[in-house]
């Protein structure tokens, strides 16, 4: 049996056919944003709580106890905060967290927040045969729509990734957007193996996420280096760039990580900012991608 080819001795076809099996098709930047806003401002929250640990198959009761704190504070405090300037957001929830913490996803959605897809255990996708993946994906919509009453239009995969066959199952569920991917600040359509399917992609990016900023590992070197004055002039920055480009501020946190005491004021003064910028439209990421689907 002859050895696999290394990629440098990779036919063209080869390498073409893995960056052009997913990839970004036409831009939907609207020209305008509701009301004549010049801005969109997507947050987001991913409510990983205790499947973080969980997905790891482990058993610690330190890290589980960290992921309830996402339940017992961290959220309260976010949605405090959201109610008080009456801003609507995206809470990207795993099936798992759902079953564990039902109340709080009844509260997100009565407060009029969008609940969106997050996998079942916060499963590593990217690694998953089809047949798993496909079926993790449907029971998580059906949990999610038995909890909160209304079934998930968008999905954030777990690890920020996609398997060969996550965008073929998100087009086959008729899903409306993910969000998990990164190729431009604005929304564009998806491309599977160079034709259109429909599903719109509502970009991150990780340095518009606060885990990469705070996260730690005690059995590690892995450490917080970056202080929370430093993550908020980030995502200052970028919610400044994108007023003046007209374009979308889109933010990912944690209510597990973000919401302490010495870091949930990063999300109030973002707000804050962004209102004291003017035009700007508070929208869940639903919103944003119907707006930008209909008129981009």
Known sequence: MSEPLQPWQWPDEHWRGIVNHVRGGRSLKPRSWPGGARCAV?????????????????????????GQYGNRQGVPRILDILGRHDVKASFYVPAVTALLYPDEQRRVAAEGHELALHGWIHERNSVLPEPAERDLMLRAADTLEQVAGKRPVGIRTPSWDFSPATLAIA??????????????????????????????????????????????????????????????????????AAHAEGGIFQLTMHPHISGYRSRVWILDEIIQHAKSLGNVWFATHADVVRHAKAHG
């Open 171 to 240: 087009r086959d569920m008729g899903l409306l957007y993910d969000s998990s991917l990164m190729a431009d600040v604005d929304c564009y359509e998806l491309l599977l193996d160079g034709q259109p399917t429909g599903v719109v992609e509502m970009p991150v990016e990780w340095i518009r996420d606060d885990a990469v900023y705070f996260n730690m590992n005690r059995f590690a070197g892995l450490r917080p280096y970056t202080p929370p004055e430093a993550v908020f002039d980030i995502f200052r920055r970028e919610l400044e």
């Open 42 to 66: 997507a947050l987001s929250f991913d409510s990983d709580h205790e499947t973080n640990e969980l997905r790891e198959g482990g058993e610690s009761i330190g890290k589980l106890s960290q």
